[in-house]
């Protein structure tokens, strides 16, 4: 889903026509536990609503991005560290 919404916006597509895709890619993103395909998709968020004019809101979803690209690479780190 989040492959259909970045390629809709590249060829074009209006905020409104995006909004949805880019909440119902985060929804699955969240059922399916993947913490990387969230960030990704929280950062789509926040760029949709940057060029749209909606500055705080971009900025909330950036800083959630962040959040979630840290606690990715502390996974990352504290498994390298047990598994070498």
Do not use: C
């Amino acid at each position: 889903m989040l492959n259909i919404a970045n390629a809709l916006e590249e060829d074009g597509a209006t905020y409104y026509e995006l909004q949805p895709l880019y909440d119902k890619a985060l929804n699955l993103a969240i059922e399916a536990g993947n913490p990387r395909l969230k960030a990704n998709t929280i950062n789509s968020l926040a760029v949709l609503h940057e060029t749209n004019g909606e500055h705080e809101k971009s900025s909330k979803f950036s800083y959630t991005a962040v959040h979630f690209v840290k606690k990715i690479l502390l996974t990352f780190v504290n498994y390298r560290e047990s598994y070498g």
